[in-house]
């Protein structure tokens, strides 16, 4: 069984910063994908981006590239998001998630373990 607890969230102002977390624990994840995805209220939940925990190879959706940085630390079984340039739209709950059998990091449907999520809300 997999657990994961995200933390970090909070309200900033456009072009401000948060870091959120992913603290993981349960299983040992050599060769799991953590991913980083939203869901800001009546919208489809959007990738955000992925790193695998072995290798640490990032992966960044469109709309967060040069603002977001994914990194891990393995010693501590955590998973950041480091959120730069905030905008109105980054506005969402945030969530990580990870599986081990994952074949596109952009697909939700194929992470199996999920956190309960953390909201981020940026104001202009």
């Known amino acids: 069984q997999v657990q994961l607890v995200e933390s970090g969230g909070g309200s900033v102002q456009a072009g401000g910063s948060l870091r959120l977390s992913c603290a993981a624990s349960g299983r040992t994840f050599s060769f799991y994908v953590m991913g980083w995805f939203r869901q800001a209220p009546g919208k489809e939940r959007e990738f955000v981006g992925a790193i695998t925990w072995s290798s640490g190879t990032t992966y960044y959706g469109d709309s967060v590239k040069g603002r977001f940085t994914i990194s891990r630390d393995k010693a501590k079984n955590t998973v950041y998001l480091q959120m730069n340039s905030l905008k109105p739209e980054d506005t969402a709950v945030y969530y990580c998630?990870?599986?081990?059998?994952?074949?596109?990091?952009?697909?939700?449907?194929?992470?199996?373990?999920w956190g309960p999520g953390t909201q981020v809300t940026v104001s202009s």
């Open positions: 998630a990870t599986d081990p059998h994952i074949v596109h990091v952009i697909n939700h449907r194929e992470y199996g373990y």
